[in-house]
């Protein structure tokens, strides 16, 4: 039989001798890894033991101690993935920032977690720090798919092994790990990598079910932090410059992402009602910190904090949780912290630009902190904040890669004239780094423990903020009252009250440090009588702005003080500075009748209540008041006029 007519044999499906079935790869790949991947898992937990005997802090009480939908358990699960994000704590859906919240699936877990055991934070934190220890052995994974390892060198000289171990101790991370509700961030991202490790399979498989997989991961990475909607950009990036993958092999392995990007947006808007404008200003600056300034100092300020996330990338300290107004600044274009920053990122990118063909690690390592970093730089829309620690817990990837390959597949060719064929410089570089961020992050991690454990280390970095002083203030207001020696509970008191002075020095219009001012002045009042002092208080609070909580302390003071100095407040409070010079005739209205609550005959007040409810519209009040006071004070000018205009309305 001649070689044209023999039948063709089939390619072997085999895998050569002594090579895996890509089925078995992963297997084979752990089993030769079992060291550095033992070592990537325990290091979270040498870092962060001491959190799982920590309590609740900042925002958990929103996504978890205090949130209804968690405490129903798995009956709650339902609720979460319907409503926003903050309405199981709210009680409704508010639109306190840009754009809502929407991230379920955290939340999901805590129910989860309640159903099984309760309330139990250092639970939840112990599921934090294993959920970030997968997260470095993925990341391991997906180094070595990229082809930056070898078999060639000791795992402890691979780029894939530092640049895990660089990114689990990094200590810009300490408030993802440390703080529970920071599970949103590790999901994102441990699910948008898992994304990307699928796709990878696929490239080197072609097997559709790693492209379902990949779909259904990132979809849940969604579902935990809209963030990992860059992973859109990142996957085909990725597989393009380390896979070699060609632009139509790249838009292959996207479809499927777009199709889970499309199914989130669906289902976000569905729930929330809108994408990102609800229609409602946001006139906070605790909500919205660029409120009041110009667009060019918007711009200039966000400048100014991407050059500052760069610094904390290379040398992380001093950090703190609170960059609220005014710790970073509002600067303009005449700053040259402004134009520093832009001149930094465009060389970034450039760089980034040039070295692209290549298709090298630089290129990727750049391109993906610009993309991961863009959606929570308040560039394309507000996230609330100024800047935050945990915004540069996705980026964050890309220096750590960066790092770990310059000191080892470079740094030893540079030096190669004076030291050649040495590895102790990349060593060294690499262990005073990873040493540094080690012993900064287990020195961080106490401040998580408590509020005022926290408070106490973000006042003493963000001095300028109003919320860091504020809260500093709060938590030693609470402290107070939980002290029995009165003694001891005044000096608490005394204590915080320069703090929330200067939250209000910041912010005058800051209604949480109003209420906190109103209830540090009302414990002292308790505690030393000082009728004066606590009126005198209330009255410049009401200057900067009227919270619930003095309405509240004057109902509860009203029948237990001084009638003479109440009534002389009311009429300052309500008369002079409410309706004259605020013009707020209702709150005027409510504070004069507190008043006369009191002192139901003082001239004063009668004459200025039918003043202001014929100035409000309210004829009625004003007549019958004007009349009322007539049978006291029959010779009042001013209770005669607003009698006869009265009643000259109600006729007309």
């Not at 790693?210 to 932090?225: E, G, P, T, V």
């Not at 990036?237 to 993958?245: E, G, H, N, P, T």
């Not at 507190?594 to 200025?608: A, F, M, T």
Request: glycine fraction near 8%; proline fraction near 5%; charged fraction near 15%.
């Amino acid at each position: 039989m001649s070689k044209k007519n023999r039948p063709q044999q089939r390619p072997s499906r085999k895998p050569p001798h002594n090579q895996p079935a890509p089925r078995q790869q992963a297997h084979y790949f752990w089993r030769d890894k079992r060291l550095p991947a033992l070592v990537l898992l325990l290091l979270p937990f040498l870092l962060y033991r001491a959190s799982v005997e920590f309590g609740y802090v900042l925002d958990d009480k929103i996504v978890l101690s205090e949130n209804q939908f968690v405490k129903k358990g798995l009956a709650g699960i339902g609720d979460i993935f319907t409503t926003e994000s903050f309405t199981g704590f709210l009680g409704e859906q508010q639109a306190l920032v840009a754009g809502a919240r929407y991230r379920p699936l955290s939340i999901a877990t805590f129910a989860l977690e309640y159903a099984a055991y309760g309330m139990k934070p250092g639970r939840s934190h112990f599921w934090n720090i294993l959920l970030y220890a997968f997260t470095g052995l993925i990341l391991f994974r997906v180094m070595w798919l990229f082809g930056l390892g070898s078999g060639k060198q000791p795992w402890y000289l691979g780029i894939p092994f530092w640049a895990a171990a660089l990114f689990l101790l990094h200590p810009i991370h300490t408030e993802v790990v440390a703080n529970i509700k920071g599970r949103d961030e590790i999901l994102a991202l441990l699910l948008a990598l898992g994304a990307l490790y699928s796709s990878i399979r696929y490239a080197k498989a072609s097997r559709t079910v790693w492209l379902a997989l990949s779909a259904a991961l990132f979809f849940l990475a969604l579902m935990a932090k809209e963030n990992a909607l860059t992973f859109l950009a990142v996957i085909p990036l990725s597989l393009y410059v380390f896979r070699k993958s060609s632009v139509r092999q790249a838009a292959v392995a996207a479809a499927p992402l777009l199709l889970a990007f499309g199914a989130y947006l669906a289902i976000r808007l569905s729930v929330i009602g809108y994408l990102l404008d609800s229609g409602k200003a946001v006139t906070g600056i605790m909500n919205d910190p660029f409120v009041g300034a110009s667009f060019a100092e918007k711009y200039a300020t966000i400048s100014y904090t991407l050059g500052y996330y760069v610094r904390l990338l290379i040398f992380p300290h001093p950090l703190t949780h609170d960059y609220y107004p005014y710790q970073i600044p509002i600067i303009n274009w005449g700053d040259w912290r402004a134009w520093g920053p832009l001149l930094l990122y465009a060389g970034l990118l450039f760089l980034a630009v040039r070295a692209f063909r290549r298709k090298g690690v630089v290129s990727w390592s750049i391109l993906y902190y610009l993309l991961t970093l863009s959606i929570v730089s308040n560039i394309v829309f507000s996230v609330g904040a100024p800047m935050n620690e945990r915004f540069l817990y996705m980026p964050s990837v890309g220096y750590c890669l960066l790092l770990a390959y310059v000191a080892i597949a470079k740094l030893p060719g540079w030096l190669a004239r004076v030291l050649p064929g040495a590895n102790w410089p990349a060593m060294a570089l690499l262990g005073l780094a990873g040493l540094g961020f080690g012993v900064k992050t287990i020195s961080r991690v106490p401040a998580w423990k408590d509020e005022m454990s926290l408070n106490k280390a973000a006042i003493k970095v963000s001095a300028n903020s109003a919320r860091a002083n504020s809260y500093m203030a709060y938590s030693l207001y609470q402290a107070g009252l939980a002290e029995q020696d009165a003694t001891r509970r005044k000096a608490l008191f005394e204590e915080a009250i320069p703090y929330v002075d200067k939250a209000l020095a910041i912010y005058p219009e800051y209604t949480d440090a109003i209420t906190c001012k109103g209830g540090l002045v009302a414990g002292l009042y308790q505690l030393d009588g000082n009728l004066a002092g606590l009126l005198d208080a209330f009255y410049h609070l009401l200057e900067r702005g009227h919270v619930p909580f003095l309405d509240q302390y004057l109902e509860y003071l009203n029948p237990r003080a001084d009638t003479a100095q109440l009534s002389d407040f009311y009429y300052r409070a309500g008369y002079e500075l409410l309706a004259k010079q605020k013009k707020d005739y209702a709150l005027a209205v409510k504070y004069l009748g507190y008043g006369l609550g009191v002192s139901p005959s003082n001239r004063r007040l009668l004459e200025s209540m039918a003043e202001v409810s014929y100035g409000s519209g309210d004829h009625a009040r004003a007549l019958e008041v004007a009349q009322r006071g007539l049978q006291l004070y029959p010779d009042s000018a001013i209770l005669l006029e607003y009698q006869k205009k009265a009643a000259d309305k109600q006729k007309g």
